[in-house]
C-alpha cells in the first residue's frame, strides 16, 4: 500500500466528510432499508455491540477480574458501574445517561477514575447504608 503524506491523508479525511455530509440523507435512507431488510441480523449486532461495550468497561473496573469488587459475584448480567463517592444518580442527570449510553461515554472519556464493579445487589446495599438512595426515608 502506498503511504500517504499527512497533508494527503487530511485531504483524504476531508473529502470522506464532506462525501459523508452531501449525502447524509441517501446514507440514512439506505441504512434504514437495510436495517428492515436485516431487522433480525441488525438486531443480534446490536445485541453484540451492547455486551461487548458492557464487558470493556467492566474489564477495565475491574482490572480483568470480571467480578462484583465486594462480593466476587462474576455474572455479567447482574454488575454494574458504581461510583465510588456515590453521586451516581446526580451524575447521570448531569450527563443524562444511563445504562449503554453511559458506558460508551466512559470509554470516550479514556475511562475516568472515581468508578467500581459492584453487582446491583452490593450497589443497593452501599445506596441504602450510605442513604444514596434516593427517596430513602428509613432511619
Ligand atoms: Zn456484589
Same mark, same amino acid.
Given at each position: 500500500?502506498?503511504?500517504?503524506?499527512?497533508?494527503?491523508?487530511?485531504?483524504?479525511?476531508?473529502?470522506?466528510?464532506?462525501?459523508?455530509?452531501?449525502?447524509?440523507?441517501? +446514507?440514512?435512507?439506505?441504512?434504514?432499508?437495510?436495517? +428492515?431488510?436485516?431487522?433480525?441480523?441488525?438486531?443480534?449486532?446490536?445485541?453484540?455491540? @451492547?455486551?461487548?461495550?458492557?464487558?470493556? @468497561?467492566?474489564?477495565?473496573?475491574?482490572?480483568?477480574?470480571?467480578?462484583?469488587?465486594?462480593?466476587?459475584?462474576?455474572?455479567?448480567?447482574?454488575?454494574?458501574?458504581?461510583? @465510588?463517592?456515590?453521586?451516581?444518580?446526580?451524575?447521570?442527570?448531569?450527563?443524562?445517561?444511563?445504562?449503554?449510553?453511559?458506558?460508551?461515554?466512559?470509554?470516550?472519556?479514556?475511562?475516568?477514575?472515581?468508578?467500581?464493579?459492584?453487582?446491583?445487589?452490593?450497589?443497593?446495599?452501599?445506596?441504602?447504608?450510605?442513604?444514596?438512595?434516593?427517596?430513602?426515608?428509613?432511619?
Amino acid at each position: 500500500m502506498i503511504k500517504l503524506s499527512l497533508y494527503e491523508e487530511l485531504k483524504k479525511k476531508e473529502y470522506k466528510r464532506n462525501w459523508n455530509h452531501l449525502h447524509q440523507e441517501d +446514507r440514512r435512507e439506505y441504512m434504514r432499508n437495510w436495517r +428492515r431488510k436485516n431487522s433480525n441480523l441488525h438486531r443480534i449486532q446490536i445485541r453484540k455491540y @451492547v455486551k461487548a461495550t458492557k464487558e470493556k @468497561v467492566i474489564g477495565y473496573y475491574s482490572k480483568g477480574n470480571n467480578e462484583c469488587k465486594n462480593c466476587k459475584n462474576k455474572d455479567i448480567r447482574v454488575l454494574t458501574i458504581d461510583h @465510588v463517592n456515590g453521586n451516581g444518580a446526580e451524575e447521570r442527570r448531569k450527563l443524562k445517561r444511563s445504562g449503554h449510553s453511559f458506558y460508551v461515554w466512559l470509554i470516550k472519556s479514556g475511562f475516568p477514575e472515581g468508578y467500581q464493579v459492584l453487582c446491583l445487589n452490593c450497589q443497593r446495599i452501599k445506596e441504602i447504608e450510605n442513604h444514596e438512595w434516593y427517596g430513602y426515608k428509613g432511619d
